[in-house]
């Protein structure tokens, strides 16, 4: 073999190195590429208060439409803690979760404040409701008296329900006050030794239909507008929206979409809803998406806003009665993260 021949194979080798190097130099930046997407991600806990349900839909539709992935956020969703969520979230264990109004107040007021905020309503309006069934012939507040009333132990609850009797003229101390085991509204009612107990609109009413149940209901917003307090809203740590506003405004402007989306599409966000937790009853659920989804953000400026006058009244009238030690106005909640 000649030299010219063996310098020809020596260019087409050093060729043949150069093109496969390049080709793995590329696979590898395309493969760092591919990684680092998915390392970009910033993980994001969110808490529940409770089983998944439809208060939780727009979550779920957030989730499932790649709503937060487009936000760089890999979201996780947790069940409650056994502590509470508003601790979790307290402690850093989770960025956000979901709470109550009632819960953060006391929170707040304790002597050792927890450092969490409100950063987002739910829904807009409270959908607290009292029910009985229709041959009790509870169609008022006062009807409760010599009544007996099942209770969930809730700090708020005999508060509430002695403000709306009293407005209607009626006198609490004739209530029969028994503790509701469980959660079962509709048993408690059948059972013959209850005759009203306090369940949300969006949620039991359609258990109650569902069973071909008659019933009376009325809203507690509807007797005393001291009592359209937010129930539920999604709290946030303080130390995280200090260090972390962006990923703060990123969660909730996605979880803003999710929500938006189950108000318009609420059969398609009823299904999203039932995929993630196919141990709910899917006619239970697409009757409660049907009530719930025009009342996410109902006659808000936008979904997730937290009007301070009413904020501050519940606050107030929590204060006067009693159930927290110290005042505190339009503490607790905050608009500053939600996408405008």
Same mark, same amino acid.
């Given at each position: 073999?000649?030299?010219?021949? #063996?310098?020809? !194979?020596?260019? #087409?080798?050093? /060729?043949?190195?150069?093109?496969?190097?390049? /080709?793995?130099?590329?696979?590898? $930046?395309?493969?760092?590429?591919?990684?680092?997407?998915?390392?970009?991600?910033?993980?994001?806990? &969110?808490?529940?208060?409770? %089983?998944?349900?439809?208060?939780?839909?727009?979550?779920?539709?957030?989730?499932?439409?790649?709503?937060?992935?487009?936000?760089?956020?890999? $979201?996780?969703?947790?069940?409650?803690?056994?502590?509470?969520?508003?601790?979790?979230?307290?402690?850093?264990?989770?960025?956000?979760?979901?709470?109550?109004?009632?819960?953060?107040?006391?929170? &707040?007021?304790?002597?050792?404040?927890?450092?969490?905020?409100?950063?987002?309503?739910?829904?807009?309006? +409270?959908?607290?409701?009292?029910?009985?069934?229709?041959?009790?012939?509870?169609?008022?507040?006062?009807?409760?008296?010599?009544?007996?009333?099942?209770?969930?132990?809730?700090?708020?609850?005999?508060?509430?329900?002695?403000? /709306?009797?009293? #407005?209607?003229?009626?006198?609490?101390? %004739?209530?029969?006050?028994?503790?509701?085991?469980?959660?079962?509204? *509709?048993?408690?009612?059948?059972?013959?030794?209850?005759?009203?107990?306090?369940?949300?609109?969006?949620?039991?009413?359609?258990?109650?239909?569902?069973?071909?149940?008659?019933?009376?209901? *009325?809203?507690?917003?509807?007797?005393?507008?001291?009592?359209?307090?937010?129930?539920?809203?999604? *709290?946030?740590?303080?130390?995280?929206?200090?260090?972390?506003?962006?990923?703060?405004?990123?969660?909730?402007?996605?979880?803003?979409?999710?929500?938006?989306?189950?108000?318009? +599409?609420?059969?398609?966000?009823?299904?999203?809803?039932?995929?993630?937790?196919?141990?709910?009853?899917?006619?239970?659920?697409?009757?409660?998406?049907?009530?719930?989804?025009?009342?996410?953000?109902?006659?808000?400026?936008?979904?997730?806003? #937290?009007?301070?006058?009413?904020?501050?009244? !519940?606050?107030?009238?929590?204060?006067?009665?009693?159930?927290?030690?110290?005042?505190?106005?339009?503490?607790?909640? %905050?608009?500053?993260?939600?996408?405008?």
């Amino acid at each position: 073999m000649n030299w010219k021949k #063996i310098f020809g !194979f020596m260019v #087409i080798a050093l /060729c043949i190195v150069v093109s496969l190097s390049g /080709c793995a130099e590329s696979s590898d $930046v395309n493969d760092g590429e591919a990684n680092n997407d998915v390392d970009a991600l910033t993980p994001v806990t &969110l808490m529940l208060d409770w %089983t998944p349900n439809t208060n939780h839909t727009g979550v779920y539709v957030a989730l499932a439409k790649g709503y937060y992935e487009e936000a760089g956020l890999d $979201v996780d969703i947790l069940q409650p803690a056994e502590d509470g969520t508003e601790m979790a979230v307290a402690t850093g264990q989770a960025e956000f979760g979901v709470s109550f109004q009632e819960v953060l107040a006391s929170a &707040l007021a304790a002597d050792e404040p927890l450092p969490i905020t409100a950063v987002a309503a739910v829904i807009d309006h +409270n959908t607290s409701t009292l029910i009985s069934l229709k041959e009790s012939n509870i169609t008022s507040f006062k009807d409760l008296e010599n009544a007996t009333y099942a209770s969930w132990g809730a700090l708020a609850e005999l508060a509430v329900v002695r403000q /709306c009797m009293e #407005i209607q003229g009626g006198d609490f101390d %004739t209530v029969n006050v028994v503790p509701a085991p469980g959660v079962d509204a *509709i048993g408690l009612l059948q059972g013959g030794d209850v005759d009203a107990v306090w369940v949300y609109e969006a949620w039991e009413l359609p258990m109650f239909d569902l069973a071909g149940l008659e019933y009376n209901a *009325i809203r507690f917003r509807d007797v005393a507008p001291e009592l359209d307090y937010y129930t539920p809203v999604l *709290i946030a740590g303080n130390q995280f929206l200090e260090e972390q506003p962006d990923v703060a405004k990123a969660f909730l402007a996605a979880t803003s979409k999710g929500y938006q989306f189950a108000a318009e +599409n609420p059969a398609e966000a009823a299904d999203i809803l039932c995929e993630a937790a196919p141990e709910l009853n899917e006619e239970l659920v697409d009757k409660s998406q049907e009530i719930i989804s025009p009342l996410y953000q109902d006659d808000a400026p936008y979904w997730g806003y #937290i009007d301070e006058a009413r904020w501050q009244t !519940f606050n107030d009238w929590f204060y006067d009665q009693g159930l927290i030690s110290r005042e505190i106005g339009a503490e607790g909640y %905050t608009n500053d993260y939600l996408p405008q």
